[in-house]
């Protein structure tokens, strides 16, 4: 972008969940040997990049002279799993009160994000209180997988696991499918089971960590 606009990502992500929003924070310096003061006109990522970019919190007008510095904040979902980049994003920007053809389109600066599938959003955790013994509580865990891609090499573990008294504290599966659904039986001491799953999907290996309370009596009378 010599001699045109220059921009600096500011703390870039590096991994990102699919249909995520995040906040893409960028540096822009107007060089102060432009003779003409430059406009952004907009910030966006052509549709065969699945990108949607959200410029909402852009001032309506922005425009920088010769050696004007601004900070600016757009916000960008990735629709796809895989690796992409920020250099997938164009600005375009035009001169104030010089040529038209001094205007142009460029891409943001180059920087990889690998965006992985979003188990969050696909699996079901749900705890049921069954019956009380003593300190700990007899509970059916199930989990439900809703997503549209198989999962392969698949590991789980419930906890915390120095809380858990009786029942299976370690899982694992070559493949689940959408609609696939578990249950196990567990008694623990405490108010809450964790679960920590990781998996292989679209060739990529991810990993989520997830907290559920168990129903209290007074919940479930």
């Known amino acids: 972008m010599q001699g045109y606009l220059h921009f600096e990502l500011i703390e870039p992500c590096r991994q990102i969940e699919v249909g995520e929003k ?12 432009r003779q003409y003061p430059m406009a952004i006109v907009s910030i966006h ?10 410029t ?3 001032p309506r007008e922005l425009v920088l002279r010769p050696a004007e510095v601004c900070t600016l904040a757009v916000d960008v979902t990735f629709r796809d799993a895989g690796m992409t980049d920020t250099n997938r994003i164009d600005v375009e920007m035009k001169p104030i009160g010089g ?3 001094l205007g142009k389109i460029l891409p943001l600066p180059a920087h990889p994000i690998r965006v992985v599938p979003s188990l969050a959003k696909e699996l079901d ?44 504290t370690r899982r694992r599966l070559p493949l689940i499918k959408e609609g696939n659904r ?8 405490g108010d809450r089971i964790e ?5 292989t999907c679209q060739k990529e290996r991810i990993r989520i960590q997830k907290k559920e309370s168990i129903p209290t009596m007074a919940e479930i009378e």
């Open 99 to 101: 040529p038209d053809y």
């Open 195 to 199: 679960i920590d799953l990781s998996a």
């Open 22 to 33: 995040f906040t893409l924070r960028l540096a822009v310096t107007c060089p102060s040997e």
């Open 125 to 168: 955790f749900k705890v049921e209180r069954i019956c009380q013994y003593g300190s700990a509580v007899k509970v059916e865990i199930d989990l439900k997988y809703n997503g549209t891609h198989d999962l392969t090499d698949v590991e789980w573990t419930f906890g915390p696991s120095q809380q858990v008294r009786s029942g299976v």
């Open 45 to 54: 990522s052509d549709p065969a990049n699945r990108i949607d970019v959200d």
């Open 56 to 58: 909402s919190m852009l």
């Open 182 to 189: 578990f249950a196990d039986e567990m008694v623990i001491v």
